[in-house]
């Protein structure tokens, strides 16, 4: 049996750089690999997995009533399956990518932690519930410190309601500390 990663943080804390950066260090070697995202994000484009630092690939796309077990045998099969933006995921569909270890397949799930509530997406928290290796990457808050959650900004100030899901970049979003992410939700944002 091969093991599920999940390797998460906050937003800008180069996840999707380090999953095109995997796949490319697997295929060197050889390996099948298949790489893929939900369908819901479409900030780079419906079959593009980009970074904040310029690396793209295509890619693969799966809703969230696919069946990843079926997903990937019709794409032909892999011994790699990666996986960005795995918090869009569904409970389902993570437990169907553990299922895939069991076929000897290395599956790595890259993605947010918590959306901008501090909450966690269904996928992130299944996949902390049942990866074999939880991997968290740090990004910098405004201030220097660590940044640990995803603030969302409307007009200068950290905002704590509304729809989970709001696709965006840093025109909506910004990693923060705890102390920065609660200072600004009551004073605007200075650049």
Do not use: W
Not at 17 to 25: D, E, G, P, R, V
Not at 94 to 107: G, N, P, R, S, Y
Request: proline share 1%.
């Amino acid at each position: 049996m091969k093991n599920l990663y999940f390797k998460c943080g906050t937003m800008g804390s180069s996840k999707s750089a380090q999953a095109l950066m995997t796949a490319f260090n697997y295929r060197q070697k050889g390996h099948n690999v298949l790489l893929a995202k939900p369908s819901i994000d479409t900030r780079d484009g419906k079959d593009i997995i980009s970074s904040r630092i310029g690396l793209s690939a295509e890619c693969l796309v799966f809703d969230r009533a696919q069946n990843l077990v079926q997903f990937v045998q019709d794409n032909g099969g892999a011994d790699v399956v990666i996986i960005d933006e795995a918090q869009f995921c569904t409970k389902q569909q993570i437990d169907e990518l553990k299922q895939l270890t069991l076929k000897d397949i290395v599956v790595i799930c890259y993605g947010l932690k918590t959306n901008f509530k501090s909450e966690l997406f269904e996928g992130s928290k299944r996949l902390l519930e049942i990866a074999e290796d939880v991997q968290e990457f740090g990004a910098v808050c405004r201030c220097g410190n660590r940044a640990t959650l995803n603030a969302r900004v409307v007009d200068g100030l950290v905002v704590t309601t509304g729809e989970e899901i709001q696709i965006g970049g840093d025109e909506k979003y910004e990693a923060m500390c705890y102390e920065c992410y609660q200072k600004y939700q009551h004073e605007k944002i200075e650049d």
